[in-house]
DNA sequence: TTCCTTATTGCAACTTTTTGCAATAGCATA
DNA sequence: TATGCTATTGCAAAAAGTTGCAATAAGGAA
């Protein structure tokens, strides 16, 4: 759990408390490393911490977002799912058979450049999910 | 409602049904042309059809955007909002204030190649959401 | 027009997510 | 180490969204 502990000074920093919910939290999507559902992180955080609520997960997992430790995803069902905030990715899905794949940001970083100037507005976010059929689903139509 | 029934052929040709639901939640998407929620449409929809119910105005919604007659996205919020598919565009939201502006296709549509040919999916949705600080938020920082 | 198949709807129960508010507990300060 | 401010949590109730199933009705065929 020290991993989790290391976050607490950033929070502090911004004037926000590291608490044991937001320790467990942090920890259970640190060492899992790829995306889990609000759920998800609820059920394997009561393990580590007794008596934690799904209100708590979800505000907590909304303030993490906002605060840049970790990052939420759409992918495609209607549900958010979240991770760690490591190097800045985006998704590809298949709409047919639901295969993933991780697209660098590299990929995207001209077209932020010509979004920002196009628009004015400074972009904050990078992850994002582009869906499509994969190289297998295409066959079968 | 006469706009709605234009859709009739559209979907009869893939085997499905036109009904009073259909053709209702169609034209108050059509009239509106702006994003709604479900909630939103399920409120506009009962004025017109008496006895429309929620569960179906969800389930419609995603199947009309399944084929093609309606667009959903992601507003930041969590929460799905749809619209009638009428050119493709993607939005830019300011994380801060909710401002938002519309992102032509065209400004994208080299970075779908590229993601095409470097992934080898074939892209089907355009409707992204950017989030980032509108050029007013940039300032009050 | 009538009949028949089956896509679609409504209902009820359930799961997931959000919200207001009072109680709790970080942590900065002394 | 003790104190006080207020950020954060848990609880309970509400809102939003999903699912299974039986009843209904669109629309092709006769
Ligand atoms: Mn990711
Ligand atoms: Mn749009
Ligand atoms: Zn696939
Ligand atoms: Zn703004």
């Known amino acids: 759990m020290t991993c989790a502990a290391d976050y607490a000074p950033q929070l502090r920093a911004r004037g926000y408390r ?21 759920v998800d992180i ?3 955080a009561r393990k580590e911490l007794h008596g934690i609520t799904e209100t708590t997960v979800y505000r907590t997992l909304e303030f993490l977002a906002e605060n840049g430790l970790v990052r939420s995803a759409h992918m495609g069902n209607g549900h ?28 995207l970083a001209k077209l ?11 972009l904050t976010d990078s992850h994002v999910t582009f869906f499509g059929l994969c190289p297998d689903c295409q066959k079968g139509e």
């Open 18 to 38: 590291m608490t044991p919910q937001r320790m467990t939290i942090l920890h259970v999507l640190h060492h899992s490393g790829k995306h889990l559902s609000p």
């Open 42 to 44: 609820y059920e394997q």
């Open 80 to 107: 958010l799912v979240y991770e760690i905030a490591r190097h800045e990715h985006h998704h590809i899905k298949c709409r047919n058979c639901g295969s993933e794949m991780e697209v660098d940001h590299a990929l």
């Open 112 to 122: 932020y450049r010509q979004l920002e100037s196009a628009s004015g507005y400074r």
